[in-house]
């Protein structure tokens, strides 16, 4: 159970994050965003074995050091995570047996355009992006708590590292296609109140900043060189 009860609460954790404060705590965000991306892609395909672990860890520290200086790519890939998270929402709705290349062009092609516009609006698009992306995280790992709390432990695959994976797979797929539909309202709730309070404080924040630039310093002297009026 130690592996579905860590993967449940930093997933949640780290979605409320995104969610509320993913401007604010942008690069934070972005950098845990990156490295777990990169431990699921690299686990994924190759494993959990000790060495795999490491490599992946070792990767996923590289990345996120990456993002992290390059301002514009670390906008870019928010954006995209989030226009892929929610062409991969849509794909649900496509007729049973669609082909894979349709999934992967829809998906592509919504991360690519959200990508671009976090590039473009860079300001805005992050809050959206990161109001998205947690809201997401949050409703994938709630909605599968409530409907299998009674049989929690039948996705307990021995150890840890294998369980977090085998559940993050299962929920990104499986229980994706059979609760699209309440994937979907309650991420779209999750992110339109996410994006109001962060748009909410960026405002307040930027009219503080504007306040306190306009605001005489205490040493500053008259317009008229501090002679008194007749």
Known sequence: MLGILTYLIVTILLGAASCFWGHKLYFPVLMAAVFVLTMVGITTYFGTATTTLIIAAILGVA???VVRLLYS???FLIGMLAGAELGLLLTAFLPKGSPEAVIIIIVLAFGLLIGACAVRWQDKFIIIATAFNGGSMIADSVLFLILNITRLGSFDKGTVAQTINDLGTYINTDFMKAHTMALLIVTVALAVVGYIYQARHAKAKEKSKTKEAAAP????????GGKPEA
Not at 217 to 224: G, K
């Open 63 to 65: 990345a996120a050091i």
């Open 73 to 75: 790519v670390g906008a």
């Open 217 to 224: 310093t205490p040493d500053a002297a008259p317009a008229d």
